[in-house]
């Protein structure tokens, strides 16, 4: 490493030695030490370096086609956030073929594969040859890495929490693009995330991020944009597992949050476009709202479920909204008092997050087992006025009584302010 910066020393794609210490690599990773790139990270190398030395390595399975007509969407993380969920059954009732590689909870943020998993029977581990029957049968699906899909990924996916590696941006960008890459993916669009809630933190450390996974994109073959946008509140108005899904299916009745729907509509827009399905975002966002509308894209992820292992009746009782048929109710709720009146400038993504886990809705190990009936729903959203002494969130939960500490990250995360706040929209700008 000690040439890292010389011209025979480049760590790049083409480079034996960068092979080779990649290679050498993946057992400090079964060992548990600091991760590979965050290890690059400090020895100060190039930002396209660090990402093209693990994509080798990670890039190591993937799925073969004919042809590449697929599309995804892809984000960094985030509290509350289930845009997955209504996104991809809605871009599949467009035309499109919609394969998502995704990942279970990870920090504070949480897994749309554990969301998914509340739903009873719900599979996310297939093979290629099943994703393609998948993919041809529906058209969208939504599944985990196997030893066949990016393997070293998934194990090193599966240290970040224990390496402390898990806002590192090399592992972030490469864990991300190389996934997609093995989707065999033409097209896709990157919710990159900032704010409280997001592992970059600003907007400038965000766009950083999407630049360089934009870049790394394109040069493997697939046309990409990033859209940043703001984490500072929560996505929609729940977090936690099965409750999160609520609200996604929601969303495909064309009801639900507003910023939801808005995150829904803009990154299905973008990706219209860049499929060259449409001639504008605007018009490709205007026809995820027809699908949505019709009843296309709830139909469409209602046979996403049945593939993907959910029986008939489960699957017609959950997209029929009876909520109580299909998940375990939490034991116990609870609703917490505003102490003061006045408008809504803030719900802290990250607290709200360290609720719900410790709640038990996420994992503090990767071996944690996870509760999908537990977390949060909102009674209130950034922007609301809000009277002292009105619920603004109800608590669900198992435990009795309810853990302090549930109550005082919660209490904590709420900011109310006599001044009236403007709501502006999550999507900050688009990176092409």
């Given at each position: 490493m000690s040439n890292r910066r010389t011209a025979d020393g480049d760590l790049h794609e083409g480079n034996d030695r960068s092979r080779d210490f990649v290679a050498h690599s993946r057992h400090y990773v079964?060992?548990?030490?600091?991760?590979?790139?965050?290890?690059?990270?400090?020895?100060?190398?190039?930002?396209?370096?660090?990402?093209?030395?693990?994509?080798?390595?990670?890039?190591?399975?993937?799925?073969?086609?004919?042809?590449?007509?697929?599309?995804?969407?892809?984000?960094?993380?985030?509290?509350?956030?289930?845009?997955?969920?209504p996104l991809a059954p809605a871009l599949a009732a467009c035309g499109m073929k919609v394969p998502m590689i995704s990942g279970r909870g990870l920090g504070h943020t949480g897994g749309t594969l554990d969301k998914l998993e509340s739903i009873p029977g719900f599979c996310t581990t297939f093979s290629g040859d099943e994703i393609k029957r998948l993919l041809s049968e529906v058209g969208c699906c939504i599944v985990g890495q196997t030893k066949d899909i990016v393997p070293a990924d998934k194990v090193l996916y599966s240290r970040r929490d224990v390496t402390g590696t898990v806002e590192s941006w090399p592992l972030i960008s490469s864990s991300i693009v190389s996934k997609k890459a093995a989707e065999s993916l033409t097209a896709l669009v990157l919710d990159t995330k900032f704010g409280k809630g997001a592992f970059m933190k600003t907007e400038a450390e965000a766009r950083q991020l999407a630049s360089i996974m934009v870049e790394a994109s394109n040069s493997v073959g697939v046309k990409t944009a990033a859209l940043l946008t703001r984490m500072d509140s929560p996505v929609g108005w729940a977090v936690g597992n099965s409750l999160e899904v609520i609200e996604a299916v929601q969303c495909l009745h064309g009801n639900g949050p507003a910023d939801l729907r808005e995150l829904v509509l803009q990154l299905g827009g973008h990706l219209l476009l860049l499929a060259e399905k449409v001639s504008s975002a605007k018009e490709g966002a205007d026809m995820i709202a027809c699908k949505l509308h019709d009843g296309s894209a709830l139909q469409t992820f209602q046979q996403m479920c049945i593939a993907q292992g959910v029986s008939e009746e489960v699957a017609k009782e959950l997209c029929e909204q009876n909520f109580t048929k299909v998940f375990r109710k939490s034991q116990h709720t609870t609703q917490l008092i505003s102490p003061e009146t006045g408008y809504v400038h803030e719900i802290d993504a990250m607290l709200a997050a360290e609720a719900c886990l410790v709640l038990g809705a996420g994992r503090n190990n990767a071996s944690d087992a996870v509760n999908h009936a537990v977390g949060i729903v909102l009674e209130t959203t950034p922007g609301e006025r809000l009277q002292a002494g009105t619920?603004?969130?109800?608590?669900?939960h198992d435990n009795e009584p309810l853990d302090e500490a549930v109550v005082q990250l919660l209490q904590r995360s709420l900011l109310v302010k006599h001044e009236v706040l403007n709501v502006t929209s999550r999507v900050v700008d688009v990176i092409v």
């Open positions: 079964f060992r548990g030490n600091v991760s590979l790139a965050a290890r690059l990270e400090r020895l100060g190398c190039r930002q396209a370096q660090v990402i093209n030395c693990q994509m080798p390595w990670q890039h190591d399975g993937y799925l073969n086609f004919e042809t590449k007509p697929f599309k995804s969407r892809q984000t960094t993380g985030g509290v509350g956030d289930k845009v997955s969920l619920a603004w969130v109800t608590v669900h």
